[in-house]
C-alpha cells in the first residue's frame, strides 16, 4: 500500500477554479495509474470516479466532468493534479485521490485501488 495526502480542497462560487494535488511522502507514484474519485458526506459506500491517469499518462474522464477538469503528473512525477474549473454546485463533495502499486493501468472502480488518501473538501455555492 502507499500513503497518498490530498491538498488543494476549498470553497470557490459557481465558474470556479480549483486544483487538487496528490502525493505519496517519502514513496514513488511515478509509474502507477493515480485516479480521483468524489464521494458525498455520509454515503460510504458511493464513491464516484472522476478521472485517472495511467502510469503511462494515458488520461480519462467522467463524462459529467470531461472538458471542465484536467488529471496530470508534475515534472517529477511525484504530484499528480486535478484542475477544476467551470465548477458546478453538484461538484461539491469530498474528493480523494487512490492508486495501487499492482498497477500502471487504471480502472474506475474504487475497489481496484488498495491506497487512498484522507480526503479534501470541494464546495461550489451559487
Known amino acids: 500500500q502507499v500513503h497518498l495526502v490530498e491538498s488543494g480542497g476549498g470553497s470557490v462560487q459557481t465558474g470556479g477554479t480549483l486544483r487538487l494535488s496528490c502525493a505519496a511522502p517519502?514513496?514513488?507514484?511515478?509509474?502507477?495509474?493515480v485516479a480521483w474519485f468524489r464521494q458525498k458526506l455520509n454515503r460510504e459506500n458511493e464513491r464516484q470516479w472522476v478521472?485517472?491517469?495511467?502510469?503511462?499518462?494515458?488520461?480519462e474522464y467522467a463524462d459529467s466532468v470531461k472538458d471542465r477538469f484536467i488529471v496530470s503528473r508534475d515534472n517529477d512525477r511525484e504530484n499528480v493534479n486535478l484542475e477544476m474549473t467551470n465548477l458546478k454546485p453538484e461538484d461539491t463533495d469530498m474528493y480523494y485521490c487512490a492508486t495501487d502499486p499492482r498497477r500502471r493501468q487504471c480502472f474506475n472502480r474504487s475497489w481496484m485501488f488498495n491506497s487512498w488518501g484522507q480526503g479534501t473538501q470541494v464546495t461550489v455555492s451559487t
Open positions: 517519502g514513496q514513488s507514484i511515478a509509474n502507477f495509474c
Open positions: 478521472a485517472s491517469i495511467s502510469g503511462w499518462d494515458s488520461a
